[in-house]
Nanobody
Framework: QVRLVESGGGLVQAGDSLRLSCASS????????MGWFRQAPGKEREFVAA????????VYADSVKGRFTISRDNTKNTVYLQMSSLKPEDTASYYC?????????????????????WGQGTQVTVSS
C-alpha cells in the first residue's frame, strides 16, 4: 500500500503561480510513474502531467504544456507540480497518483485507469 499526501492548493488570481507537492510513502527506487490529474465539478478526471521516477522523463497534457512543470525529489520521495500563468479553467481538485512498478508508455501514463494509488486531492481555484 502506498500513501500519497498532496498539499499546496489554494485560491489565486489569473496569471499567478502555485506549487503543489505530493509526498509518497513509497521507498522503492524501481521504475514507476507519478502523475497529476485534475477534476473540475461536473467533468471527468483529466490527465495533467506525469514523471517516470527512474530517469525523470516527463509527459504533459497539451493544455498545460509550457505552463506547468512536474519534478521529483528522490531524497524526499516527493513529486511537485509547479503551475505558472494560471487560468480560471485550471480551477479543479488536483490529485496525485502512482502506478505499480513497471514500464509505462507516454500513452499509458495519461490514463487514470493505469494508476493504483491516489491521494485525497487538493483544491486549486483561479479567479479571473
Amino acid at each position: 500500500q502506498v500513501r500519497l499526501v498532496e498539499s499546496g492548493g489554494g485560491l489565486v488570481q489569473a496569471g499567478d503561480s502555485l506549487r503543489l507537492s505530493c509526498a509518497s510513502s513509497r521507498r522503492a527506487s524501481s521504475s514507476y510513474i507519478m502523475g497529476w490529474f485534475r477534476q473540475a465539478p461536473g467533468k471527468e478526471r483529466e490527465f495533467v502531467a506525469a514523471i517516470r521516477w527512474s530517469g525523470g522523463s516527463t509527459v504533459y497534457a497539451d493544455s498545460v504544456k509550457g505552463r506547468f512543470t512536474i519534478s521529483r525529489d528522490n531524497t524526499k520521495n516527493t513529486v511537485y507540480l509547479q503551475m505558472s500563468s494560471l487560468k480560471p479553467e485550471d480551477t479543479a481538485s488536483y490529485y496525485c497518483a502512482t502506478t505499480g512498478v513497471g514500464y509505462y508508455s507516454d500513452r499509458t501514463a495519461r490514463g487514470p485507469q493505469n494508476y493504483d494509488y491516489w491521494g485525497q486531492g487538493t483544491q486549486v481555484t483561479v479567479s479571473s
